[in-house]
Every structure is written in C-alpha cells, then in structure tokens.
C-alpha cells in the first residue's frame, strides 16, 4: 500500500484549534502543516493529552535540550522513521545538534564522536530498543550521568518515540515537504 493509511484530517474532522495549532507549528518548522497533528487530531481529546504528554518530554523535560534531540533522532533511526528523524533534523539544529551529529547517532553509541554521557544515553537507547529492558551494565552507565527524576524522565521519552515512530510507520506518515 502506497501513500497515507489515514489522511489528515479536514476542518470538521480535527477542529479549527487543531488545524490552526498544526498550521502555526507547520510555519515555525519551515514546512507545511505538520501531518502529525493533522492525522492524530482526528481524535481530537486524545490529541490534547497525547500532546500535553509528549511537550512534557519535550521541549518541557528536564534533559538538556540537545540530549533530547539525539535521543530522538536515534529512537527515529533504529525504528526507520523518516517522518520522525526529518522533523527532528529541523528542530535539533535549534538545539545545537550539528551535522557531524546527525552522522554518528546514525552510527550510534559505537561513533568515535560522542563524550562519555552521550555514549550511555545512546548505549541505552540502543539497548531499550532491541530488548525494551536495560541491563545492570547499561543501567548503571546510565546513572552515572542522570539522577533519578531524568532517569525516569530518559525511559519515558524513550518509550514515548518508540511508539510515536510505530504510529507514523505503520499510518505511513511522509516527512511534511517544506514551506514554500
């Protein structure tokens, strides 16, 4: 099957909030309406919570913004969504990730670029992705550099991209084109 599984929604299926929120988001990315929020604002209240949840992680979470990014861009590279890592290029230069970045979190945890923090968080990512559990090893290099509350804050944004990853791949979500 080619194209959307689930298009995005017009005015009366996401509601003037939704559409005008996406159109506003579309405008400070540099890209048309984010078809993130028009597809999931179909289910309008779970859209809100959904959102209220994911700005929590970020750009709300306590982890350094630029850890955030390569986090996420590692989540979208391991699960093979370009929807993802495209919109996360654009706001992770924001963030200060640079391009020799974006090179090596496609490497990973193994890129003679990462300090030793970078290496335990995408260690670790790594890690949740293929067994969805951490070892000691890797649980520990983890808290050597976060406390509890950022620990618990790293699993859940985690998690959270793994399962917006599955949502965008499996809706066949395409990576918004730019403004023009």
Do not use: C
Request: glycine share 10%; aromatic share 6%; net charge positive.
């Amino acid at each position: 099957m080619s194209g959307p599984r689930i298009t995005s929604g017009n005015w009366r299926q996401t509601g003037p909030v939704i559409r005008g929120f996406s159109k506003l988001a579309g405008r400070a990315m540099g890209t048309k309406d984010p078809q993130v929020f028009l597809v999931l604002g179909r289910t309008k209240r779970l859209f809100w919570g959904w959102l209220m949840f994911a700005g929590g992680l970020m750009p709300g979470g306590k982890l350094p913004r630029r850890e955030t990014e390569l986090i996420i861009l590692r989540v979208a590279t391991l699960a093979g969504s370009a929807y993802e890592r495209a919109h996360h290029e654009r706001i992770g230069k924001r963030a200060g990730v640079t391009p020799e970045d974006l090179v090596a979190v496609t490497v990973g945890p193994t890129a003679k670029h990462w300090n030793a923090r970078e290496v335990a968080l995408l260690a670790a990512v790594d890690e949740l992705h293929d067994k969805k559990d951490l070892s000691d090893a890797n649980w520990a290099a983890l808290r050597e550099h976060l406390d509890e509350r950022r620990s618990v804050e790293f699993l859940l944004l985690t998690g959270h991209y793994e399962m917006l990853a599955t949502a965008l791949n499996t809706l066949r979500i395409e990576p918004d084109p730019p403004r023009k």
